[in-house]
């Protein structure tokens, strides 16, 4: 579904025969087994409820909602419908990612002490038009909801449960409504910390990855190639899509000694293959609704904690 006619041509030329419709009531009329809700932020919570209440699966683009009140309601929903719902994140199948899940669970790092991420950027001047950095917490703008859904998800993905310790929101630039520039501070359950910055001010990004162990240590930058890849027209399924160089490799060690480990390669497909098992046999999602709430908690509290000083 979309109003815009150059995606209309777009997804007819990507996949002939595909029909397209003006309008969501006109898509959720149909009978599909699935509905995807890739919308602005703001309508996530009202077109994931009619698309559920349409009896359909439903994904829904990170964030889950505007709010985790929202977000509470697209699980309730979902739940007393028998209704599959997942938040978008495919980022838990980004190379890098998956690379530090196979050296945690391999203990190779020891017990992990603090994990470092983030997504930086230099935008120093906003993009015209954009909601995601001219409309404040009720659309749904800023990073904190665009990339720090992303971040935060990792976190809880790699580490567990957490609490926000401490949280800076800043708004850098003057032609922007919403935060550009954020940090946050998670205490994990298990006793690791994770550092989480976004920016879209940094004329130098850091490292994508640190994680630091009790006996090694996993250092990662760049971002993961599957976006670019995409853009570029690779598809999954071809040999080269979602791999890495080796000089792209991070390394794991210390200072005393470094190897190259190899980026496992990066799998989107994975998300919508999972979502598929989880319709049809009952599997878990790839990212459970309740997931997503978790998320959204964290945003909140990390507003509050940044408003707090």
């Not at 349409?54 to 979902?78: F, Q, Y």
């Amino acid at each position: 579904m979309t109003s815009d006619s150059g995606r209309r041509d777009h997804a007819r030329a990507d996949h002939p025969g595909v029909r397209v419709v003006h309008s969501a009531e006109a898509a959720l009329a149909d009978e599909h087994d699935l509905a995807v809700v890739a919308a602005p932020n703001r309508a996530h919570v009202e077109l994931g409820l009619a698309a559920v209440e349409a009896g359909m699966h439903v994904v829904v683009d990170k964030p889950l909602a505007t709010s985790a009140a929202g977000g509470r309601r697209l699980a309730d929903a979902a739940r007393a419908s028998g209704r599959v719902l997942s938040v978008f994140q495919n980022r838990r199948f980004d190379g890098d990612l998956l690379t530090a899940r196979r050296l945690i669970d391999g203990g190779e790092l020891g017990s992990v002490i603090r994990f470092e991420s983030a997504f930086e950027r230099w935008r120093p001047e906003a993009k015209p038009g954009s909601w995601r950095e001219r409309g404040g917490p009720k659309e749904g703008g800023g990073l904190l909801f665009d990339l720090g859904s992303h971040l935060i998800d990792q976190a809880l993905v790699l580490l567990g449960p957490a609490r926000v310790a401490y949280a800076e929101v800043d708004r850098r630039r003057e032609d922007v409504e919403a935060d550009d520039d954020v940090f946050l501070a998670l205490e994990h359950e298990g006793g690791a910390r994770s550092h989480l910055r976004m920016s879209s001010v940094a004329a130098q990004p850091g490292p994508r990855f640190r994680v630091l162990g009790s006996e090694a240590a996993y250092v990662k930058w760049g971002l993961d190639p599957q976006e670019e890849q995409l853009k570029a027209g690779l598809r999954p399924g071809d040999p080269a899509y979602g791999r890495e160089p080796e000089e792209r490799f991070g390394t794991l060690g210390s200072d005393a000694e470094q190897s190259r480990v190899a980026t496992e390669p990066g799998a989107y497909q994975r998300f919508y293959e999972e979502l598929r098992d989880a319709i049809l046999n009952d599997t878990p999602p790839p990212s459970p609704v309740q997931d997503g709430v978790a998320v959204l908690e964290l945003i909140e509290a990390a507003r509050a904690a940044s408003a707090r000083g």
